[in-house]
């Protein structure tokens, strides 16, 4: 009687072991989170159709499957460009 209530409660540890590193698994590759890093902002799509709420940087809680987060840089851009003026004083 002793043993099989030892092999009971090992069992149920397992079990418990397996299911955690189930659910570990399942949050891991279902991604309820989405991180938005500095000097971006996070476009929110609904099934594909664009939102109106845009997500600041930090971590967010989103909908595995239905909802997904395009990230877009708001980081300012150096652009150099070149330009030719017709006379000295840049006047036309």
């Known amino acids: ?3 099989t209530m030892h092999r009971t ?5 397992g079990g418990g072991i397996v ?6 698994l399942l949050v891991t590759i279902l991604k309820p989170f989405t991180i938005v890093n ?4 996070g476009v929110v799509m609904y099934l594909g159709q664009v939102q109106k ?4 940087e ?15 840089s708001v980081r ?6 070149t ?9 036309m």
């Not at 595995?64 to 987060?69: A, E, F, G, H, N």
């Open 19 to 24: 299911g955690g590193i189930g659910l570990l």
């Open 53 to 56: 709420n845009v997500l600041d």
């Open 38 to 41: 500095a000097g971006e902002r």
């Open 58 to 72: 930090g971590i967010h809680p989103i909908i595995p499957l239905v909802t997904s987060v395009k990230k877009m």
């Open 76 to 81: 300012v851009q150096k652009t150099d460009a």
């Open 9 to 13: 409660n090992l069992w149920m540890t």
């Open 83 to 91: 330009a030719a003026a017709a006379s000295r004083d840049c006047k």
């Open 1 to 3: 009687m002793v043993r």
